[in-house]
């Protein structure tokens, strides 16, 4: 499986940007979908994950209530639509899928996803 991660770019702070995730050569809608992003010096953060079983939401507890995450088994597509954006929001977000019959305990962590995209940018401007 292949991801292609797009959509990142600068933004003001308090503004919105949609990101895409396109994934090819598997079975789209049996992968759990999941985004991830990391701050320069920090560690890999759990952002969302879209669990193909129950069609399962989680949202790591710093974008709750301001990210959306969405998927498109037609166009093989998961967007995270992320809205209030705050400086520290500022990462490279990271497409990751799971073959995997993720719990919840476990879709936060990146060693459950089998796959991973390139990462794109994300720059909040305060």
């Known amino acids: 499986v292949q991801l292609q991660a797009s959509g990142g770019g600068l933004v003001q702070a308090g503004g919105s940007l949609r990101l895409s995730c396109t994934a090819s050569g598997g079975t789209f809608s049996r992968l759990n979908m999941a985004w991830f992003r990391q701050a320069p010096g920090k560690e890999r953060e759990f952002v969302a994950v879209y669990r193909t079983r129950g069609s399962f939401i989680y949202y790591g507890d710093s974008v709750k209530g301001r990210f959306t995450i969405s998927r498109d088994n037609t166009k093989n597509s998961v967007y995270p639509q992320m809205t209030s954006l705050k400086a520290e929001d500022t990462a490279v977000y990271y497409c990751?899928?799971?073959?995997?019959?993720?719990?919840?305990?476990?879709?936060?962590?990146?060693?459950?996803?089998?796959?991973w995209g390139q990462g794109t940018q994300v720059t909040v401007s305060s």
């Open positions: 990751a899928a799971s073959r995997l019959g993720l719990i919840t305990s476990e879709v936060r962590r990146g060693d459950n996803y089998d796959f």
